[in-house]
């Protein structure tokens, strides 16, 4: 399966902004809502516990790390510094860290339609984004799975992972489409792709109120 989330511009148009280049089509995105389950609500479910000092549950494994077999897995960067790799141009790597340790570059951030100007020095600037949030997988069935698999979803480079801006994504926080989408309108369609991707790839399901945004998101894709 192939996952949306190529973001080579982001400057939004007059409203109604035409689709992001690289966005997913209306067929697209609908063939993707006919292949995750729905579920009437998100539940609540108990335990999930993010950190991973003493005593905490850790459920995704450490924090952007880099013992997963996957993309970017035991590649001797973290996610997080892949991610940023992945995601900008203009990048300048810290010295000896073999071209691992981003210390700045140029973010076209596609929830904002800016261009966001990182340097570690102001790392909250750009942040990455699980478009699947992981307490709304933890809900939603990641409660059930193996360790191994949780640990491989938090730091899916090819699907769940974004550099964003990073008050967007606190504005997010663990949101599903229902409730949050990108403010650059011209980047929904790429999001919607995004988010079900996601879901298909990890067989997630999305609410039903979800499927009424995605689906309302595609007919202007």
Not at 95 to 104: A, F, R
Not at 180 to 205: D, E, I, R
Request: proline share 8%; hydrophobic share 35%; aromatic share 10%.
């Amino acid at each position: 399966m192939a996952a949306f989330g190529s973001c080579d511009s982001g400057i939004p148009g007059f409203a109604p902004p035409p689709p992001a280049p690289g966005s997913p089509t209306r067929v697209q995105i609908e063939e993707l809502l006919a292949q995750v389950p729905v579920v009437a609500a998100r539940p609540d479910a108990l335990g999930y516990e993010r950190g991973c000092k003493k005593g905490e549950g850790c459920v995704f494994g450490p924090a952007w790390t880099d013992d997963y077999d996957g993309p970017g897995g035991h590649d001797g960067c973290d996610t997080r510094n892949n991610v940023l790799a992945r995601s900008m141009s203009a990048l300048v790597f810290r010295e000896g860290t073999h071209d691992c340790v981003v210390l700045e570059g140029s973010l076209a951030d596609p929830y904002s339609g800016e261009v966001v100007k990182f340097s570690k020095s102001d790392a909250s600037a750009v942040q990455i984004d699980h478009v699947y949030a992981l307490s709304a997988a933890w809900d939603m069935g990641a409660n059930g799975w193996l360790p191994d698999k949780r640990v491989r979803f938090a730091n899916d480079l090819d699907f769940n992972l974004l550099a964003v801006n990073g008050r967007d994504n606190q504005s997010k926080s663990d949101d599903t489409p229902s409730h949050w989408l990108p403010p650059n309108k011209a980047y929904h369609c790429f999001y919607a792709g995004k988010y079900l991707s996601v879901a298909a790839q990890y067989g997630l399901p999305i609410t039903q109120a979800d499927q009424r945004a995605l689906a309302a998101v595609a007919e202007k894709c």
